[in-house]
């Protein structure tokens, strides 16, 4: 079992690395963001609540991701692992995220963070706004408060897996392939 914690702020390619990661090692992709968005366009009663937060650029509360994640988690079967994208992003979601793996007997093998100038994230968001379609990619406001809220809110994250010896970080400006190559050495020694 690989798990793996594809780290960064937003605009940091953690959705396009995502992709490439899945493919060359069959990993089932978790990604909270996108689980929120399906909801959104499905109309649930979970998406009607995070359209709340995610229209602020705020993060949705803890209890309701976890919930969220733990019922992925539960629900997937004949995994080889799971790539973890845009999240945890609270040290709370962290601890919680150890404490469900470890009742599924599996536990996180690395965290690949990715490092981006806020100069270049703005620029990069601006441009995926123009068709993602994503109301939160559209609004320079929301994009600086998501920034924020990843600064203040997000990076401990990376510290609590740090203390764990499990932090694995790489310059996430540059060609997506060589990129790619950097997180899949990494991925190859754990
Ligand atoms: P993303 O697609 O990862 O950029 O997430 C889009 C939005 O969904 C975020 O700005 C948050 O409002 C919400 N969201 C996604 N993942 C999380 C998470 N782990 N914790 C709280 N909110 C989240």
């Given amino acids: 079992m690989l798990n793996i914690v594809l780290f960064g702020p937003p605009g940091a390619g953690k959705g396009t690395q995502s992709e490439k990661i899945i493919a060359a090692y069959d990993l089932t992709h978790l990604s909270t963001g996108d689980l929120f968005r399906k909801h959104l366009g499905e109309g649930t009663e979970l998406g009607l609540l995070a359209k709340k937060y995610m229209d602020q650029g705020h993060l949705v509360p803890d209890e309701v991701v976890i919930k969220m994640v733990e019922h992925k988690i ?9 790539i973890f994208d845009g999240f945890p ?16 007997d599996m536990h996180i093998s690395g965290m690949v963070a ?11 968001i601006k441009e995926r706004g123009k068709t993602s379609g ?13 920034i924020q809220v990843y600064v ?3 990076l401990p994250v990376a510290n609590y897996y740090k203390n764990q010896g499990k932090l694995h970080q790489i310059n996430g400006v540059g060609k997506i392939d060589e990129i790619f190559t950097q997180i899949s050495s990494i991925i190859d020694s754990l």
Avoid: W
Wanted: net charge negative.
């Fill in 114 to 124: 990715l490092e981006v100038p806020q100069e270049i994230l703005k620029e990069r």
């Fill in 74 to 82: 539960s629900s997937t079967t004949h995994s080889k692992g799971f």
């Fill in 89 to 104: 992003r609270t040290t709370a979601q962290a601890e919680a995220l150890d404490a469900m793996l470890q009742e599924h």
């Fill in 152 to 154: 203040d809110e997000t």
């Fill in 134 to 146: 994503r109301s939160d990619d559209q609004d320079e406001e929301k994009v600086k408060t998501r």
